[in-house]
């Protein structure tokens, strides 16, 4: 048996507790479309995280390979020196958006594809292999970004579905059959209150027949 709300066995608490149940099932109705909505949005966006991070691991794979022959080709010297020479990137932009009513990150950045005379070394002076393999790690910086603002949007995605996921269950296995209980148990109080005012009332309508028979 659910455990009772401490309350007194009146009509007016049955009547609170009543209003109570009713906005309780109606949070719970709402609280539990929220879930549902965020698990949708949640496995809608853990599909793109998880295409981004496989295209990021093949283009991971193919900058190094190309930063490998570009090494071979240039040499180690020629090649940091070219990589000290770039000029730095473009800064990012960290905002935040609204989905279903959790706060997630928003990144806004331009693409970090440049041209050779936009990177800042001699390009003139280094292997073409130099530029590919700049090109390819401007393609996993791009995809990069928009990884870090996904995954962390399904962070808080998650964690805000358990939250919900709490709050829900609560509602339906704590806080609402307590009240239903409780709702029961007044019943059964004031029935039983009924019930001996009635047989009281009888008792006391004996009582007066009988003195005036007896007068």
Same mark, same amino acid.
């Given at each position: 048996?659910?455990?009772?709300?401490?309350?007194?066995?009146?009509?007016?608490?049955?009547?609170?507790?009543?209003?109570?149940?009713?906005?309780?099932? =109606?949070?719970?109705?709402? !609280?539990?479309?929220?879930? &549902?909505?965020?698990?949708?949005?949640?496995?809608?966006?853990? @599909?793109?995280?998880?295409?981004?991070?496989?295209?990021?691991?093949?283009?991971?794979?193919?900058?190094?390979?190309?930063?490998?022959?570009?090494?071979?080709?240039?040499?180690?010297?020629?090649? #940091?020196?070219?990589?000290?020479?770039?000029?730095?990137?473009?800064? %990012?932009?960290?905002? =935040?958006?609204?989905?279903?009513?959790?706060?997630?990150?928003?990144?806004?950045?331009?693409?970090?594809?440049?041209?050779?005379?936009?990177?800042?070394?001699?390009?003139?002076?280094?292997?073409?292999?130099? @530029?590919?393999?700049?090109?390819?790690?401007?393609?996993?910086? @791009?995809?990069?970004? #928009?990884?870090?603002?996904?995954?962390?949007?399904?962070?808080? !995605?998650? =964690?805000?579905?358990?939250?919900?996921?709490?709050?829900?269950?609560?509602?339906?296995?704590?806080?609402?059959?307590?009240?239903?209980?409780?709702?029961?148990? %007044?019943?059964?109080?004031? &029935?039983?209150?009924?019930?001996?005012?009635?047989?009281?009332?009888?008792?006391?309508?004996?009582? %007066?027949?009988? #003195?005036?028979?007896?007068?």
């Amino acid at each position: 048996m659910a455990e009772l709300l401490n309350v007194k066995p009146t009509r007016m608490e049955l009547l609170n507790l009543k209003r109570r149940i009713s906005l309780a099932k =109606k949070g719970h109705k709402l !609280l539990k479309d929220k879930q &549902d909505a965020l698990v949708m949005e949640f496995f809608t966006i853990y @599909d793109e995280a998880l295409q981004l991070r496989r295209e990021l691991n093949e283009k991971m794979a193919i900058a190094f390979e190309t930063l490998t022959r570009a090494q071979v080709e240039a040499g180690t010297l020629p090649l #940091r020196e070219a990589a000290l020479a770039v000029k730095p990137n473009k800064e %990012i932009e960290m905002k =935040k958006r609204n989905v279903m009513g959790v706060s997630v990150p928003l990144i806004e950045a331009e693409s970090f594809k440049r041209n050779a005379s936009e990177r800042g070394y001699a390009f003139v002076s280094t292997s073409p292999f130099v @530029d590919i393999a700049a090109e390819k790690f401007e393609e996993v910086l @791009d995809l990069a970004v #928009r990884l870090a603002e996904v995954e962390e949007t399904l962070k808080r !995605l998650a =964690k805000e579905i358990e939250v919900t996921k709490r709050r829900v269950n609560a509602l339906e296995y704590i806080i609402i059959p307590r009240m239903e209980a409780t709702v029961k148990f %007044i019943k059964q109080r004031l &029935d039983e209150m009924e019930r001996e005012n009635f047989f009281r009332l009888k008792r006391v309508k004996a009582l %007066i027949e009988a #003195r005036a028979q007896a007068e």
